[in-house]
């Protein structure tokens, strides 16, 4: 979309020439705060007039302006004779002297930053000693983004002739300014066009590590039952204990590992009694006198077997965000990474005692089944990160500006960058097997899967402006045209189901937005 501002008094000027002719009584300096050292300026009866419109040909020398050409030789003082090469260093001498500073046509491949109350002129003639205005405009390629910055201008200053080309963003999700202007309300561009280059899309995020389970031990088996054992001659020959949980380190990232397992309980100790009430021999738990303790058979170590806890997702970006140092993408939000499986319960130990308990076998002593080790918990999903927002494209940047003027002038924005795409996360994995139970041991219980990954957003795509102000608006005048470009576009929503079978939602990031004229 183009804009084109034709204000009312546009006739007046025309009649008077486009760029006038007054002078700016705000222009005197100041003089200067006691005790404070004065600045080494010319006298103000040698200082150049502000510049209301372009220069008269009377005002084309050396007692009112620095010369400045891209072919000159170096070491040059600033004369027509002698120009300075750069457009920095003009101006450096030109704000000691409190001149004007006059440009030949040319590319000066520099960013430039204006100075206040110094007055630029582009697009002169200058192969002959006596340098004219040729109607044509001097170009200013500048490296880097911002092309141009005037900051803190508050006598009026004029930048008339240049056209001047901010280069594409490199990086991803950069963006491409041509002028930068903060608190610079005095401020006025005059025949010049202000081009900023692409912006680039966003990074896209990088998906989770996919975990897969290492080693598993899986919970051990019970122990059988043991008819003839050792008897309790001192400390007992054999461990009373179940079987060990399962254990499960995630192979793919370090530091990661499912819970243990419970451990199974222990089956018991016992001894063929003869009862006197019952008049018949019995398996009874052994009583260990010296601790007071039977040995009965014992519950496992709990665990409950149950799933990681989910991830939290993140939000895919709505849109990007300007301030005084430029465009910030509108970055999607990390997701959270789920958690890891819980282990399984132990199962309890049991008697059975399927041999015998008799006179042929009295006073001897026997362990009863032990419970099997739970399983391991799964590994969980791993969130990725999110996707970059896309850079933005704005010919003027203007911040805390009012009475800003473009005056018959041309602002372009080029395509803003897309958002990059987020991610869903890697998957979880089951949780490990319990061990066998034997006889009539209780069973083990697995261990959980681990938990689902939340998703990382998108990014949003980047704005297309030919001005973006805050501030206050800038004054638009004789015909100055806007022309934004391409807005970046959003992602999609995307949904998709993982291994184990958790369905996830990438949600859609907002789309850039593409306007001659944006307040924010």
């Not at 501002?5 to 025309?14: N, V």
């Not at 000691?96 to 030949?104: H, I, T």
Request: hydrophobic share 35%; net charge negative.
């Amino acid at each position: 979309m183009t804009r084109r501002i034709f204000p009312a008094f546009s006739i007046f000027l025309a009649a008077c020439g486009v760029f006038g002719s007054s002078d700016d009584a705000s222009e005197i300096p100041a003089p200067p705060e006691p005790g404070r050292p004065q600045e080494s300026v010319a006298p103000p009866e040698a200082k150049a007039p502000p510049l209301p419109g372009k220069p008269k040909d009377d005002e084309i020398n050396e007692g009112f302006g620095v010369f400045v050409s891209a072919s000159a030789a170096e070491g040059g003082d600033g004369t027509r004779a002698k120009p300075y090469r750069t457009i920095a260093a003009g101006l450096d001498e030109a704000v000691k002297q409190r001149k004007r500073l006059y440009v030949c046509t040319g590319t000066f491949e520099e960013a430039v930053k204006i100075r206040n109350g110094i007055p630029m002129v582009g697009g002169f003639d200058c192969t002959a000693p006596a340098w004219t205005l040729s109607g044509a405009r001097t170009t200013v390629k500048s490296p880097a983004s911002p092309a141009i910055v005037a900051e803190d201008i508050d006598v009026p200053t004029r930048v008339v002739g240049f056209d001047v080309v901010a280069p594409d963003a490199a990086d991803p999700g950069g963006s491409s300014i041509g002028l930068l202007a903060n608190k610079a309300g005095a401020l006025q561009i005059a025949s010049s066009k202000i081009t900023a280059g692409k912006a680039q899309a966003g990074s896209n995020g990088v998906e989770g590590v996919q975990l897969m389970n290492g080693p598993v031990t899986y919970g051990r088996a019970s122990a059988p039952e043991q008819v003839n054992a050792p008897g309790p001659n001192g400390p007992l020959v054999y461990p009373l204990v179940g079987g060990a949980g399962g254990t499960n380190t995630c192979v793919g990232a370090a530091g990661i590992a499912g819970k243990p397992g419970g451990s199974g309980g222990a089956g018991g100790y016992y001894q063929c009694l003869y009862s006197a009430a019952l008049t018949s021999y019995r398996w009874r738990p052994y009583y260990a006198s010296g601790i007071n303790k039977y040995y009965e058979p014992e519950d496992g170590s709990p665990g409950s077997g149950a799933g990681g806890e989910a991830g939290g997702d993140g939000a895919s970006g709505t849109s990007g965000t300007f301030d005084a140092n430029g465009f910030t993408p509108g970055d999607g939000a990390p997701g959270a990474s789920g958690g890891v499986g819980n282990g399984g319960a132990g199962g309890k130990g049991a008697i059975t005692m399927e041999a015998a308990c008799g006179a042929a076998n009295v006073n001897t002593y026997a362990k009863g089944t032990s419970g099997a080790g739970g399983g391991a918990g799964g590994c969980p999903g791993l969130a990725g990160t999110p996707g970059q927002g896309g850079g933005a494209s704005v010919a003027a940047l203007v911040i805390t500006s009012p009475g800003l003027t473009f005056d018959a002038s041309e602002l372009v924005a080029s395509d803003a960058g897309s958002g990059g795409k987020g991610t869903l996360g890697s998957s979880p994995t089951l949780g490990g097997s319990p061990g066998f139970a034997m006889g009539t041991s209780t069973a083990a219980g697995a261990g959980g899967p681990g938990g689902r990954a939340g998703v990382s957003g998108s990014g949003a795509g980047g704005p297309s402006i030919a001005i973006a102000h805050t501030g206050g608006e800038p004054k638009v005048e004789n015909g100055t045209t806007l022309k934004p470009g391409t807005a970046g576009a959003g992602v999609p929503e995307e949904t998709a189901t993982d291994a184990l079978g958790n369905v996830k939602t990438l949600p859609a990031s907002a789309a850039g937005v593409a306007k001659d004229l944006f307040a924010f």
